[in-house]
Nanobody, 121 residues
Framework: VQLQASGGGLVQAGGSLRLSCAAS????????MAWYRQAPGKGRDLVAA??????NYADSVKGRFTISRDDAKHTVDLQMNSLKPEDTAVYYCKADVMFYNGRDIGSGSYWGLGTLVTVSS
């Protein structure tokens, strides 16, 4: 299973970006899909997660970010509006996946490579 994230970049404060992440491989189903971020010198924190249509957001992004997923395509998106300089970070997608391993069903958590979001003031 692999996750590929895209959509990062440089944006001015108040602007918008949309991150996308696609999972590929012998996927049976995906439970939780989420976005995390890691600012310079800090730990990796949960930004938003979605499980069976139920969403969960960090307080710092509520009302500004929206997470969505397409189960048929195994993708998860993060629409980020009203961006602030403090949103600057490397953003990572994560998926809790059940997959075919040739004999039966396995499970695991997978991370995509990060995508950098830089918000200028």
């Amino acid at each position: 299973v692999q996750l590929q994230a895209s959509g990062g970049g440089l944006v001015q404060a108040g602007g918008s970006l949309r991150l996308s992440c696609a999972a590929s491989g012998s996927i049976f189903t995906i439970n939780t899909m989420a976005w995390y971020r890691q600012a310079p010198g800090k730990g990796r924190d949960l930004v938003a997660a979605i499980t069976s249509g139920i969403t969960n957001y960090a307080d710092s992004v509520k009302g500004r970010f929206t997470i969505s997923r397409d189960d048929a395509k195994h993708t998860v998106d993060l629409q980020m509006n009203s961006l602030k300089p403090e949103d600057t970070a490397v953003y990572y997608c994560k998926a809790d996946v059940m997959f075919y391993n040739g004999r039966d069903i396995g499970s695991g958590s997978y991370w995509g490579l990060g995508t950098l979001v830089t918000v200028s003031s």
